[in-house]
């Protein structure tokens, strides 16, 4: 029963947030979260090529999408590029975790930044996803690589996901770049004493150089974006036992 602590708790958030309120101008349309979360999905969901402990059914992705990505329901609008309309939505998501998970005590502290561009209303696909993970919360000054170690400050990594009109995906993982954040702000806490989530702002900024996935020879992407007058984020605390 402990297990669905949890769980019964995410939906009876999410159930209060639905409720919480009018219009949000940075609220990201049904259609287009559908979209977002269908590219993450494909990329992380049941691939083992990547770090086993981000990926696969038991990862960081799946803990993430089961309890958190629900509340990812506003991003910020940045502008990026010299052509008109070369819009960026991005959102920040800072964890602070201290529960259970089977026998095992976890403790951790990370950042995540989720940011796409190129929605294709048409055929529901986003062009472009950029997903980066990085040690402890605001301020933070991280390192991009290849892999991932939850603990270790001043490491992250990121991933760049295309998805084609026909809703193939393809992956680039990170060989270099940075996150960078200076500053985060949330309101009042939502939830209860195992699952709390608060909605504000994160400050900061990224670069990343990634090579494709699994074959690191055939291309390489580069991106930046700066979020230094803040993009919308979400602060969630997990205590009790993770599913």
């Not at 009018?22 to 494909?42: E, F, N, R, T, Y």
């Not at 699994?214 to 974006?225: E, G, K, R």
């Not at 993009?231 to 205590?239: G, H, P, Q, T």
């Amino acid at each position: 029963m402990k297990k669905l602590l949890l769980p019964l708790a995410c939906a009876a958030l999410i159930a209060a947030c639905s409720d919480a309120g009018g219009v949000d101008p940075d609220a990201i349309p049904v259609a287009q979260k559908h979209a977002l979360w269908m590219a993450l999905d494909s990329a992380f969901r049941h691939d083992r090529t990547l770090d086993p402990a981000f990926t696969g059914d038991s990862g960081l992705y799946a803990l993430m999408s089961t309890l958190v990505i629900p509340f990812v329901d506003r991003a910020s609008r940045i502008a990026a590029g010299d052509r008109r309309g070369d819009t960026t939505r991005a959102v920040g998501i800072e964890f602070d975790i201290d529960a259970t998970r089977g026998t095992t005590h976890v403790v951790s502290n990370l950042t995540a930044i989720l940011a796409w561009k190129g929605y294709d209303s048409t055929s529901r696909t986003i062009d472009t996803v950029f997903f980066l993970l990085g040690s402890g919360r605001a301020p933070v000054t991280d390192s991009l690589w290849s892999r991932f170690t939850l603990d270790t400050a001043g490491t992250g990594t990121g991933f760049v996901i295309h998805q084609a009109t026909d809703s193939t995906v393809t992956k680039w993982l990170s060989r270099g770049g940075h996150l960078r954040t200076t500053t985060s702000q949330y309101g009042s806490s939502q939830g209860g004493s195992t699952f709390n989530v608060s909605r504000g702002m994160l400050n900061g900024e990224f670069t990343i150089s990634a090579k494709s996935v699994p074959d690191s020879t055939t291309s390489t992407v580069t991106s930046a974006l700066d979020f230094g007058s803040g993009a919308r984020a979400v602060e969630v605390k997990i205590r009790g036992t993770l599913p």
